[in-house]
């Protein structure tokens, strides 16, 4: 019997502390009185998930498209290899993170195998 009032208070006791555990994960939803709604990200674009240019606000892109064409965001030029049937990118040697460090290839790889 002491067993089963050990296990009763532990199951209680557990109960009352997920909540607690649970409420300091925040949960960010990008929503508008347009229906436009969902988790951001920059691969991600549905008709009912945040838009395009509101993804903008939070990623940035290697080259952007505006009425003209596509222009340089941060990629200051770029050129297919037929041969290779590829791209090749020549990153804006300007850009920094938020906390200063240069923004490299490597970031780029990162963001393609995430």
Known sequence: ??????????????????????EEIPVYTIADTTGDWGYPSPYLH????PGYVR?????DT???KD???????????????EGENAYLFNLNPNVKWHDGEPFTANDVVFTINT
């Open 62 to 64: 290697l080259v952007w």
């Open 1 to 22: 019997m002491a067993g089963l009032k050990d296990v009763l208070c532990t199951a209680i006791l557990i109960s009352l502390l997920l909540p607690a555990v649970a």
């Open 55 to 59: 993804m903008s606000f939070i990623f």
């Open 46 to 49: 549905y008709s009912r998930g």
């Open 67 to 81: 009425q003209n064409g596509f222009v340089p965001a941060l990629a200051e030029s770029w050129e297919y290899l």
